[in-house]
Every structure is written in C-alpha cells, then in structure tokens.
C-alpha cells in the first residue's frame, strides 16, 4: 500500500501513484522492516529535481521494479526540503563513501537506520560502468540474505565514522582583519575574470560570497572587492541563468559561461539574489543592478507567491514541449522559427542578434537560451522592451513548468529580507506589503500556537516536521529586515523570541552550534553543517541574526552566543571562503561594530530612508516618534530629536556620535 496520499510535501505526492508501496519516514516504517526482516530503500529527492523525475519514470513507475521492490524492502520517499537534517545525514555518508553526492539520493539502510549501501540515480539498464536499478536491487538482496554479517559490519563502521567526525572550531576568538584578507586573497585565486564568478562549471550563483565582497568594500574601500562583486553580477544578469522576459534566476549554470543554466528556479536563489543586486546598486547606483533587482523581486510576487500570501519553493526544470513531452527548459528556450512566428522576419532578426539565438543553437536540438551577448551595438530600448513584451506573452501561451507549492520558513525568511529592503530602496511600498503578508503567515502558521518554529506548510496547513537551525536564523533575519524598514517593533520581539529559541536548543559547548533542536528527533548523527552552500547554513544565519538583534537590544547574550558561532568563520574562512560566504560577510559586520542607526524621526522619512541606504556592513536601523517609539525599539530610547527636527544618532555597541539632523551628513556616516 502506497502512504504518500495524505501527506502535504509535493515531491512525496509526485510519487503517491507509483506501484511501490511508499512509506514516508517515520518510526513504523523501520519498525515495518524490523518485522518483515527487510532492509529499508531511502530515497530522498525534492519536487523540482530533474533526474528524480526521471528515475521515478524509469523505475518508480515500473511495475516489475516496484514488484521486486515492495517484496524485498520497506521503501521509504522523503523530501529533502521538509527533511534536511535527514538528507544531511545520508548525504554525508554517500559523499564519504563515493566521493560524490547529489539528488535523487538512493541509500540502503538496516531497520536501525543504519546505512550500509549508497548512491544516487541509477539507471534502468547498465551503461557507463553504472549497474541498473535493478541490478543493485538483487545485488543488495543477496548480500542481505547471504552475508548479514559483512552488512552489519559496513553499516557499524559508517556510523562510527560518522559518529567520531568533530568539528574544528577555530579556536578562540572571532575572524579578524587577517582572516578576512586571507579569504579575499583566496576569493581573488578563484575569481574567473573573463567570465565572472568563481571556479569552474558547474557554475553557482554565488550570492553570499558576492555579499561579503560587497561589504568588505563597504567597510575597506577595497575596489577589487567590489569589481568582482559588480562583474560577478553583470555576467550572471546577462547570462542564459537569468531570464531575459520573466526575470529571475535558475538554479545553476552548467558551463562557465553562464549561458545554459539548469532550469528550475528556487525561491531561495532569487531571494538571495535580489537582495545582492539591491545592495549592489545602493553601492554603486547601478542602473542594471536596480532593474534586475525589481524584475527578479517582481518575478518572486507573480510566479511564487501563494494564496496564503507565502513564497512557494520551486519551479520545475522540466515541461511540456510541443509534441507533449517533459523535456528541461522547454519552457524558456527558442529557435529562430519561434521567434518569427511571434515578431515577423525583421524583428525576429533584431530578438536574434540581441538574444543570442542562433540557428545551431546554444542548448539542445537548435534551440537556444536567451542572453545579451552584448555585440549588438546601440540598441533601440523601446524596441527591445516592445519585443521582449511579445516574446513574454507568447512563452506564456506554452505548457507552464510545474510548481512546488510548499512553504519553506527559512526561504520566506529570505524572501521577506530582500523584498523589505527592495521596497524600501525603491520606493515599492508593495513590496514591503508582500513581505509583511509572508511574515504574517510564518507567524501565524508556522509559529501557530506551538510557539516553536514548523519547517513547512501548503495550502495554508503547517506540515509535521519541525524547524531547523537555518529556519529560526532565516526567518529571524526575515523579520528583523522588516522592523528595519517599517519601524514595526513587533517584527523585533519575534526575531527575539525565535533566537532565544536558538541558544536554548540549538547551541551547544564553546558556541558551536547544531542544525536540529536538543529534543529533535534522534538520527544515527546530529547534523552540523557551518559551510554556506546554495543557502546561508543555519550556523552563520543564525550567527548574522544574533548579532543584529544584540545590536537592536544591546544583549550581551546574544552578541556572546553570534561570537562564539563565527570561530568557525575564523577557521574555515582562509581556507574555504567560497563556501562560508555569509559567514564571512557577518564578519565584516562584527568587524565594523555593527553601527546601530537610531532615527527619532517618521518612518519613510528622509533620514529614515538615507539610513537604510548606508553601507556599513550589517548596520541596524530604528525609527520612529513620539513617547512609545522607545517601546517599540530599545535603540530610540532617551533619543530626542534636537530643536524639534527628525534626528539620527549613529553608535557602536551604544556608544554614539554626536546626533545630526541632516541627510547627507548621516549618509557620510553611513558610508554613503
């Protein structure tokens, strides 16, 4: 019987049809194996991933492989988004014993949980030295039936292995200036200067990194910081991995050109990547940074956003084409014949040229990827705007990839930080209001009644598992982003209540820091991950979080617990700074002080709005007026305007300079 129908998580519904007799995880699956003395098949995915879709048509849907299946194993389907710590776990074991990882994730466990055989997408029939499914189905069975004692024997040593992993701490103290221009020494050896970004193919967005550079800046004047930062920027904005009609980034590029990305688009990617482009732009005042700031926070509100006023997570990669196959990138891609049957011949030519479509074609079977390549000369921008319009409301015409339509916090808390701070930088008062209805949901969902974080929710249902490390630093920062621009102290007291959460049940000895709760779930490992990936890990989020609201409050908890969370940075930012990014840039901010900016002054106003738009790295901002502003945020307390005018007072850890009244003045002490 397949027990996937009930449950909220998409990815697991995409597979509530299948003939295997799917168990989402849970204690009665391993005690189901326990009884029938059956190994259990771990298959962890998520509903965007291109070859889960393929293997579960391959052999998820394969009535003879699921037969087999169901007779040998207690099979059980988890998603790795409402799951992390889970996929944590497995991942670590499959990248230790292969030397690679990635998804859909296939891993065979003892009723123990115990892992004893792995890897990641098998094919339906050998090729390329890879057994079939089939055939690592047998081979797994045998070695159960026939050699329970060798299996037992791998499955102890894995989890010992895994078990006596410690974590290097740095030491004491926190990453100071030498650490930082150690990992600016090590961002430059990696930096690609011709084509922008960092390494070789595949090629990531590297937003965090592109922060910290950004900061880094800010606080030094280090122009090669920012030239990289800008460039990075510009080659992704006119690259294939944004789209050129919808706004909005793909996961990833597959060369290092940034021309043929794979397709699916995150909520975490885009929230992550207007954020930067809005802060390149507030250094910068670059025109295309502004733009592509507002189109990818304009493509999170039209294509993202759900009823309940959350963020879904994902786009498919894949999509109908026009014989009705799910073929990747259907979606977005064109032939010269497509766009003449759109614009006519002369247009066509022009969208040509200008988009880098040719008849060879840059992606697949002579279709092509939108881009500028930028050799076209001066353009006409109203004509590109005309073309562009048709072309968007053609591809509109087409099959729309499909939608992962649950609500992950940590992404939304992403997502609310970068369309508060677009909003407010921009004068889109209706960003900020998509913000504050995605916060509204977290707290009223996610938070509920159970006053503890739920990592997921859909259709306005919270899901069953509990939240991570990275959902309270996430949504923390989300809702202290928000006090910030809308002079709201409510957003502040939640940030608070959601990190105390975190230094009663997440930290442990000498400020090291865990990605599950104290009275999570037990797993053969409790997960601890400090590096940035595609996301801020739960480590540094928190980190930044912490020490923002200490800022905010002056809480000497709070700035102790984010200190002794970056000794971590200290260590692994010269050696690895490309994947300890945000770790990085909230060194910057401790580096700098944080600054906490006080307006006793409107919300919106000038002063207001010209300290929201200062550099200084992880700078924190207050305003408001009259006798309970100082209720509302501890910064404003006994900070009086001077001579009845708006007044901004600038300090570091309450130490302030003398207060002005005047805008460009608070913006030289910003930065500005």
Same mark, same amino acid.
């Given at each position: 019987?397949?027990?996937?129908?009930?449950?909220?998580?998409?990815?697991?519904?995409?597979?509530?049809?299948?003939?295997?007799?799917?168990?989402?995880?849970?204690?009665?699956?391993?005690?189901?194996?326990?009884?029938?003395?059956?190994?259990?098949?771990?298959?962890?995915?998520?509903?965007?991933?291109?070859?889960?879709?393929?293997?579960?048509?391959?052999?998820?849907?394969?009535?003879?492989?699921?037969?087999?299946?169901?007779?040998?194993?207690?099979?059980?389907?988890? !998603?790795?988004?409402?799951?992390? &710590?889970?996929?944590?776990?497995?991942?670590?074991?499959?990248?230790?014993?292969?030397?690679?990882?990635?998804?859909?994730?296939?891993?065979?466990?003892?009723?123990?949980?115990?892992?004893?055989?792995?890897?990641? *997408?098998?094919?339906?029939?050998?090729?390329?030295?890879?057994?079939?499914?089939?055939?690592?189905?047998?081979?797994?069975?045998?070695?159960?039936? &026939?050699?329970?004692?060798?299996?037992?024997?791998?499955?102890?040593?894995?989890?010992?292995?895994?078990?006596?992993?410690?974590?290097?701490?740095?030491?004491?103290?926190?990453?100071?200036?030498?650490?930082?221009?150690?990992?600016?020494?090590?961002?430059?050896?990696?930096?690609?200067?011709?084509?922008?970004?960092?390494?070789? +193919?595949?090629?990531?967005?590297?937003?965090?990194?592109?922060?910290?550079?950004?900061?880094?800046?800010?606080?030094?004047?280090?122009?090669?910081?920012?030239?990289? +930062?800008?460039?990075?920027?510009?080659?992704?904005?006119?690259?294939?991995?944004? !789209?050129?009609?919808?706004?909005?980034?793909?996961?990833?590029?597959? !060369?290092?050109?940034?021309?043929?990305?794979?397709?699916?688009?995150?909520? *975490?990617?885009?929230?992550?990547?207007?954020?930067?482009?809005?802060?390149?732009?507030?250094?910068?005042?670059?025109?295309?940074?502004?733009?592509?700031?507002?189109?990818?926070?304009?493509?999170?509100?039209?294509?993202?956003?759900?009823?309940?006023?959350?963020?879904?997570?994902?786009?498919?990669?894949?999509?109908?084409?026009?014989?009705?196959?799910?073929?990747?990138?259907? *979606?977005?891609?064109?032939?010269?014949?497509?766009?003449?049957?759109?614009?006519?011949?002369?247009?066509?030519?022009?969208?040509?040229? *200008?988009?880098?479509?040719?008849?060879?074609?840059?992606?697949?079977?002579?279709?092509?990827?939108?881009?500028?390549?930028?050799?076209?000369?001066?353009?006409?921008?109203?004509?590109?705007?005309?073309?562009?319009?048709?072309?968007?409301?053609?591809?509109?015409?087409?099959?729309?990839?499909?939608?992962? =339509?649950?609500?992950?916090?940590?992404?939304?808390?992403?997502?609310?930080?970068?369309?508060?701070?677009?909003?407010?930088?921009?004068?889109?008062? =209706?960003?900020?209001?998509?913000?504050?209805?995605?916060?509204?949901?977290?707290?009223?969902?996610?938070?509920?009644?159970?006053?503890?974080?739920?990592?997921?929710?859909?259709?306005?249902?919270?899901? =069953?598992?509990?939240? /991570?490390?990275?959902?309270?630093?996430?949504?923390?920062?989300?809702?202290?982003?928000?006090?910030?621009?809308?002079?709201?102290?409510?957003?502040?007291?939640?940030?608070?209540?959601?990190? &105390?959460?975190?230094?009663?049940?997440?930290?442990?000895?000498?400020?090291?820091?865990?990605?599950?709760?104290? !009275?999570?779930?037990?797993?053969?490992?409790?997960?601890?991950?400090?590096?940035?990936?595609?996301?801020?890990?739960?480590?540094?989020?928190?980190?930044?979080?912490?020490?923002?609201?200490?800022?905010?409050?002056?809480?000497?908890?709070?700035?102790?617990?984010?200190?002794?969370?970056?000794?971590?940075?200290?260590?692994?930012?010269?050696?690895?700074?490309?994947?300890?990014?945000?770790?990085?840039?909230?060194?910057?901010?401790?580096?700098?002080?944080?600054?906490?900016?006080?307006?006793?002054?409107?919300?919106?106003?000038?002063?207001?709005?010209?300290?929201?738009?200062?550099?200084?790295?992880?700078?924190?901002?207050?305003?408001?007026?009259?006798?309970?502003?100082?209720?509302?945020?501890?910064?404003?307390?006994?900070?009086?305007?001077?001579?009845?005018?708006?007044?901004?007072? /600038?300090?570091?850890?309450?130490?302030? =300079?003398?207060?002005?009244?005047?805008?460009?003045?608070?913006?030289?002490?910003?930065?500005?």
């Amino acid at each position: 019987m397949n027990r996937l129908a009930g449950v909220t998580s998409p990815y697991l519904l995409q597979h509530a049809d299948n003939p295997v007799d799917w168990w989402p995880w849970s204690p009665e699956a391993f005690e189901e194996a326990r009884k029938r003395d059956v190994p259990v098949l771990l298959s962890v995915g998520y509903a965007s991933c291109h070859w889960c879709h393929v293997m579960a048509h391959e052999s998820f849907e394969d009535e003879t492989v699921a037969a087999y299946l169901n007779a040998h194993f207690v099979p059980v389907k988890v !998603d790795r988004e409402e799951r992390p &710590d889970v996929d944590a776990v497995y991942m670590e074991a499959v990248q230790a014993a292969t030397g690679h990882g990635g998804w859909p994730m296939t891993v065979f466990l003892t009723a123990d949980a115990e892992p004893f055989y792995f890897g990641t *997408y098998f094919p339906p029939e050998a090729r390329h030295g890879s057994p079939s499914f089939q055939q690592v189905l047998e081979g797994v069975v045998a070695a159960w039936t &026939d050699r329970r004692d060798e299996v037992a024997e791998v499955a102890g040593r894995i989890v010992a292995d895994l078990a006596g992993r410690s974590l290097v701490h740095g030491g004491d103290g926190v990453p100071g200036e030498s650490e930082v221009a150690q990992a600016l020494l090590g961002l430059t050896r990696e930096y690609d200067e011709q084509r922008g970004g960092f390494g070789g +193919a595949p090629k990531f967005p590297p937003s965090m990194a592109v922060e910290f550079l950004l900061r880094h800046h800010a606080r030094t004047g280090s122009e090669g910081a920012l030239q990289m +930062a800008a460039d990075t920027c510009s080659a992704m904005a006119r690259g294939g991995i944004y !789209d050129q009609l919808g706004g909005g980034f793909a996961r990833y590029s597959v !060369d290092r050109e940034w021309v043929v990305p794979h397709f699916e688009k995150m909520l *975490y990617d885009n929230a992550l990547l207007c954020r930067v482009y809005a802060h390149l732009w507030r250094a910068t005042g670059s025109d295309e940074a502004r733009r592509i700031a507002l189109e990818t926070a304009d493509f999170m509100v039209r294509e993202l956003r759900t009823a309940e006023g959350g963020f879904a997570s994902a786009l498919d990669a894949d999509s109908e084409d026009a014989d009705g196959k799910h073929v990747e990138g259907a *979606y977005y891609v064109w032939t010269p014949a497509q766009l003449r049957e759109v614009l006519g011949e002369d247009d066509a030519a022009f969208a040509a040229a *200008y988009f880098g479509v040719t008849e060879d074609g840059t992606f697949e079977e002579g279709a092509s990827v939108l881009r500028l390549p930028g050799d076209v000369g001066p353009v006409d921008a109203d004509r590109v705007a005309d073309v562009r319009a048709r072309l968007l409301a053609a591809r509109d015409e087409r099959p729309h990839p499909g939608r992962d =339509d649950k609500v992950v916090a940590a992404w939304n808390g992403l997502a609310i930080a970068a369309l508060a701070e677009a909003g407010a930088y921009f004068d889109r008062p =209706d960003l900020v209001e998509r913000a504050t209805e995605a916060a509204d949901l977290l707290v009223r969902v996610h938070l509920g009644e159970v006053a503890r974080l739920t990592r997921t929710s859909k259709d306005g249902r919270a899901g =069953d598992n509990a939240g /991570v490390l990275e959902d309270y630093g996430d949504v923390a920062e989300g809702f202290l982003a928000l006090a910030a621009v809308t002079g709201e102290g409510a957003w502040l007291e939640f940030a608070g209540f959601l990190l &105390d959460i975190v230094l009663e049940q997440f930290t442990g000895e000498g400020g090291q820091l865990y990605d599950t709760a104290h !009275d999570a779930e037990q797993l053969i490992r409790r997960p601890q991950d400090p590096t940035d990936s595609a996301t801020p890990s739960g480590w540094t989020a928190a980190a930044g979080a912490l020490l923002s609201y200490a800022a905010y409050t002056g809480s000497e908890a709070h700035r102790t617990a984010a200190e002794g969370a970056l000794g971590v940075v200290k260590a692994l930012g010269p050696r690895v700074p490309r994947f300890v990014g945000w770790g990085l840039a909230v060194a910057e901010a401790l580096l700098d002080g944080p600054r906490e900016v006080a307006v006793a002054g409107p919300v919106g106003g000038e002063l207001h709005r010209t300290a929201l738009l200062g550099r200084a790295p992880g700078a924190v901002v207050a305003a408001g007026e009259g006798p309970g502003a100082g209720a509302e945020f501890p910064l404003l307390v006994d900070r009086p305007q001077v001579g009845g005018e708006p007044t901004a007072y /600038v300090c570091r850890h309450f130490v302030c =300079d003398a207060p002005t009244t005047d805008a460009a003045e608070l913006a030289v002490k910003l930065g500005g």
